[in-house]
């Protein structure tokens, strides 16, 4: 069973910037999707940004795309997602997951493996 954590959550004003990163274990972690979701009070579960498998292409909600990246790191079994010009509308707690087949979808019922969550809190 794959192992997800998240961290890097934290408060931040709105305009500011953080990174939160996502330690998954499994020695093929290289062929794993890595996904970015976020949850808010009173809101389903929606998709942020996802990575495809080692070398892939990366995609982005449409309210993410110009502020938010994805990266990922093999050699360290790590994916980061870099937020800039943060919003209160991103509040949330933000979800990592990994899809084993490696193909960076946006449903995430395909993704296996979550991490607990690591809240981000922007303040206006």
């Known amino acids: 069973q794959v192992q997800v954590v998240e961290s890097g959550g934290g408060l931040v004003q709105a305009g500011g910037s953080l990174r939160l990163s996502c330690a998954a274990s499994?020695?093929?972690?290289?062929?794993?999707?890595m996904g970015w979701f976020r949850q808010a009070p009173g809101k389903e579960r929606e998709f942020v940004a996802a990575?495809?498998?080692?070398?892939?292409?990366?995609y982005y909600a449409d309210s993410v795309k110009g502020r938010f990246t994805i990266s990922r790191d093999d050699a360290k079994n790590t994916v980061y997602l870099q937020m800039n010009s943060l919003k209160p509308e991103d509040t949330a707690v933000y979800y990592c997951?990994?899809?084993?087949?490696?193909?960076?979808?946006?449903?995430?019922?395909?993704?296996?493996?979550w991490g607990q969550g690591t809240q981000v809190t922007v303040s206006s």
């Open positions: 997951a990994v899809d084993l087949l490696g193909r960076a979808i946006v449903p995430d019922r395909e993704y296996a493996f």
């Open positions: 499994g020695r093929t972690f290289s062929s794993y999707a």
């Open positions: 990575i495809r498998r080692s070398g892939g292409r990366t």
